[in-house]
């Protein structure tokens, strides 16, 4: 029996690496005809893109790492249901602006101030998504539709108050600065000059550990897996299938309203041009990347940030332009999606065809027995 297990176990790990392998393969060849095919080197874009980063690459590569791993953490909540949420670079967005002004008021002190700032945004990036949720279960609209056009309002709404009452900043406006005492210095793992990675990275751990426990330990969790494999079957055993859809729209949104956080409390200190857009459209590629797993979810948003970072010096050292590195992030989440499919079918007809060999051996055992029975 323990050779069994082994046995299953090396398949299930072989299994697990083998979609990764052939989609690096891939994404690899398709990356060197398009380069090829723009007249530049191979062999210069992969020397740039797996140099060592510098100390200051590295900080930049841990702090984009925690940025994304929250968008795709939202995003993968609705995906285990599912659902499609697409608006949650509308929910952090607004999550972020409306944060940056309640911390910039410093209503309460210090580091309360950051604590109040984080429930806030996780309640308003909650409730956003929640009305893609409430008009899919009242209303039978799409989510994708609901939160595409969610996204425009968000961003529409926060450009509008920022313009009509934000303070003037150079050619921008901006929130009101956040006092130091509601700022984090971060952690300097280099010399201060290569900058600090932030001390709200936490948020990331925290959050994966509490959803992957949530999803994998729960009730809740596995109300939400069975309503995301087979919805009549998960409402045949009773779970209130537009209940949950409501709620994992919400939770989705309130992980969303994270997102930009670490950034705000340990740089930025309000919300106005530094703010980085097209993370909520990024962690969706990230999330796939990462077959919606936190695991899987942490490399993908690590490959993504380490992407990013490598691209800037590629037009000033070869010639080549970044946007092939975005062609290669785009094909590595295609053939990651495409190759664990083909590797799924695959493996359902091995196991199909081993049963199948199982039950013949068995009939014929059976008839062997029946006739030696009537022999007798």
Same mark, same amino acid.
């Given at each position: ?16 690496? @083998?979609?990764? $392998?052939? #989609?690096?393969?891939? !994404? %690899? +060849? =398709? ?6 095919? *723009? /007249? ?71 580091? @309360?101030?950051? $604590?109040? #700032?984080?429930?806030? !945004? %996780? +309640? =308003? ?6 009305? *893609? /949720? ?71 751990? @925290? ?18 897996? *069975? ?150």
């Amino acid at each position: 029996m323990n050779n069994m297990a082994a046995a299953a176990w090396s398949r299930k790990i072989g299994q697990a690496l @083998l979609a990764p $392998l052939i #989609a690096l393969l891939v !994404a %690899m +060849v =398709v990356t060197s005809l398009v380069i090829m095919l *723009a /007249g530049a080197s191979v062999g210069d874009f992969l020397s740039v893109l797996l140099r060592a980063p510098s100390n200051r690459n590295w900080v930049n590569i841990a702090n984009q790492s925690v940025l994304l791993f929250l968008s795709a953490l939202a995003a993968s909540i609705g995906f285990r249901m599912n659902l499609f949420n697409i608006g949650v670079e509308g929910q952090y967005t607004l999550a972020s602006y409306v944060a940056a002004l309640v911390a910039g008021l410093a209503i309460f002190p210090g580091k @309360l101030n950051i $604590l109040v #700032a984080i429930v806030i !945004a %996780m +309640v =308003v990036g909650g409730i956003w998504a929640g009305i *893609a /949720g409430v008009l899919k279960v009242t209303r039978g609209v799409s989510e994708v539709i609901s939160t595409i056009m969610l996204n425009a309002i968000a961003i529409t709404m926060v450009g509008y108050l920022l313009n009509t009452y934000g303070q003037q900043y150079g050619q921008g406006r901006r929130t009101k600065p956040l006092s130091a005492d509601s700022m984090f210095v971060g952690w300097v793992p280099f010399d201060a000059r290569d900058g600090a990675i932030w001390t709200l990275g936490l948020l990331a751990v @925290l959050a994966g550990v509490g959803i992957s426990f949530l999803i994998n330990r729960t009730r809740f969790g596995f109300d939400l897996r *069975a309503t995301g494999m087979n919805e009549a079957a998960a409402v045949a055993s009773g779970v209130k299938v537009k209940q949950m859809v409501v709620i994992s729209m919400v939770l989705s949104g309130a992980i969303a309203g994270l997102i930009w956080l670490p950034a705000l409390f340990n740089g930025a200190a309000y919300y106005g041009p530094p703010f980085q857009r097209g993370l909520g459209f990024a962690g969706i590629a990230v999330a796939l990347l990462g077959r919606n797993r936190p695991i899987g979810i942490a490399f993908g948003a690590v490959l993504f940030a380490w992407l990013n970072e490598q691209a800037n010096p590629l037009g000033l050292l070869v010639g080549i332009s970044p946007s092939v590195v975005q062609i290669t992030q785009g094909v590595v989440v295609l053939a990651v999606v495409v190759a664990y499919e083909v590797v799924r079918r695959w493996a359902t007809a091995r196991e199909q065809k081993a049963l199948r060999a199982t039950l013949d051996k068995a009939a014929a055992a059976s008839t062997d027995n029946d006739a030696k029975a009537v022999a007798s």
